[in-house]
């Protein structure tokens, strides 16, 4: 496993960091939206979404997904931009669309429990994940690099960290193997994660300001990753599905820096940072 784990990371890290820097931005708008397909459909398919709704989940993330990747400024559609720039945003077109379609499905039982997983899943990737072309569109390439490097590098300090030090369970209902010092080494292992970002690339903030954005990073991957956790136990699956070797499925890999980034992006907001 650890070996699968290795050789996966040593193929796929050097290959995504050229295609994020060396290509124009709407190639990472649609690679963001490929992954974002892949994890909302092992999302649907590990909580049981089946036939009618599955596809309407589906067709509603693709389509969320390829108006915000249009709405990016390389391919600005004003249209679409209204969408995810003017309250209330694209959510109650997608809430219309899905009951709509299940009124006419079957009857009235169930509907609640048809709807909510397809309503949920849609605001928890394809609405997190349109945060990371905002990255990659509004601030930067470099942006992409440090969220990924903070949250994976926090990741792997939190595995080792847990397997060398770990004895306090830090939230066994939910996921059994992480650990306090798991938790902890993902908080230092982003921070200094983002202190060495600063060195490499130009941020245009300092060090400080660089190392404190990567602890929070590391932090919020912690509550990313034990979100999934939660969602998993609930629907009985161990991983979202298989699709990188050693590394689960793509939402395995994806659950932290889906809610890293939003925080990222209200954070360089906040701090006035520009392209």
Do not use: C
Request: hydrophobic share 55%; no cysteine; glycine share 12%.
């Amino acid at each position: 496993m650890q070996i699968k784990r290795l050789l996966t990371a040593a193929v796929l890290v050097p290959v995504f960091y050229l295609y994020i820097t060396k290509l124009p931005g709407i190639w990472f708008d649609g690679l963001a939206a490929a992954m974002g397909m892949l994890a909302l459909w092992e999302f649907l398919h590990f909580y049981g979404v089946r036939g009618v709704m599955k596809l309407v989940g589906m067709g509603l993330g693709l389509f969320f997904l390829a108006a915000a990747a249009l709405s990016g400024p390389e391919l600005s559609v004003p249209f679409l931009r209204s969408f995810f720039f003017l309250p209330p945003g694209i959510y109650p077109f997608l809430l219309l669309v899905a009951v709509t379609i299940r009124l006419f499905k079957t009857g009235p039982s169930f509907a609640m429990k048809d709807i909510s997983p397809v309503m949920l899943a849609l605001l928890y990737i394809p609405g997190l994940i349109v945060y990371q072309m905002f990255l990659r569109d509004f601030f930067g390439a470099h942006w992409v690099i440090f969220l990924y490097g903070t949250v994976w590098i926090g990741d792997s300090a939190a595995l080792y960290a847990g397997r060398s030090l770990g004895k306090r369970k830090l939230y066994p209902e939910v996921s059994p193997n992480k650990t306090v010092a798991g938790a902890i080494g993902s908080v230092i292992g982003g921070s200094a994660a983002g202190f060495a970002a600063s060195l490499v690339f130009k941020l245009g903030i300092s060090s400080g300001t660089a190392s404190l954005l990567g602890l929070l990073m590391g932090t919020t991957a912690i509550a990313g990753d034990l979100v999934e956790s939660m969602f998993k136990r609930d629907a009985g699956v161990k991983d979202s599905g298989s699709f990188l070797p050693g590394h689960g499925g793509m939402l395995d890999k994806l659950d932290g820096p889906l809610f890293s980034a939003p925080i990222l992006y209200w954070g360089l907001l906040l701090l006035g940072v520009k392209l």
